[in-house]
């Protein structure tokens, strides 16, 4: 009930956690179904690793998806992720079972890592992303194909590094691939 602060990597390595409860008293945090929120539910915090769920819609209240909040998912296969949320923290999907995802509108950058080391196989970047961070979709092994749009600014370093992508095909608002954005992929146009 005291609990004040949770910090980024609190359940990083917990590959086994199936639920977190949170004591109603508290006044900083609560939990629905085994997974953790800020209290007002506009943060989801942590989807334990080892949930027995395979498919997820994230709450219509969530504006935030906190660094590490899906890591380590590999039991979930679907997330659909509404287009309120503004902001996907840091590794938030790493090494998670996700496939496929759709990308919210009301984000305007992809964070550091998000997507790393993830199952996705394919993704659509819409329009309202400027920027893809560092690093964002790196070492994803099944990501084939991905889809950039107009209005798309930047691409940051190693953000695809080792996704077996064969083909890319960048839009004309693109202004800035930084250094080895592609590294180890193939055809770029």
């Known amino acids: 009930a005291k609990i004040e602060k949770i910090g ?3 359940f990083l390595d ?3 956690l199936s639920a977190i409860v949170v004591d109603e008293e508290n006044p900083y945090f609560c939990s629905e179904d085994g997974i953790l929120y800020s209290k007002d539910k506009t943060c989801l ?3 334990p690793a080892n949930k027995d769920c395979t498919e997820f819609r994230v709450p219509l209240s ?3 998806i906190a660094p590490y909040a899906f890591s380590l998912c590999k039991n979930l296969t679907s997330i659909v992720l509404h287009d309120d949320i503004q902001q996907i ?3 938030a999907f790493i090494n998670c079972g996700v496939t496929s995802i759709r990308i919210p509108a009301g984000m305007t950058w992809i964070g550091l890592a998000a997507f790393g080391w993830s199952n996705l196989t394919s993704v659509v970047i819409p329009s309202n ?3 893809i961070s560092h ?3 790196m070492h994803s092994r099944d990501l084939t194909k991905v889809e950039f749009s107009e209005g798309l600014e930047r691409i940051e370093e190693y953000a695809f590094k080792r996704c077996p992508l064969t083909k890319v095909k960048l839009p004309h608002s693109v202004k800035y691939v930084l250094e080895k954005a592609f590294d180890k ?3 770029i146009l």
Do not use: H, M, P, S
């Open 89 to 91: 923290g840091l590794c």
């Open 185 to 187: 992929n193939t055809e």
């Open 135 to 137: 690093g964002a979709f």
């Open 129 to 131: 992303i400027k920027d």
């Open 62 to 64: 969530v504006r935030e």
């Open 14 to 16: 917990c590959k086994n």
């Open 8 to 10: 980024i990597g609190a």
């Open 45 to 47: 915090i942590k989807f």
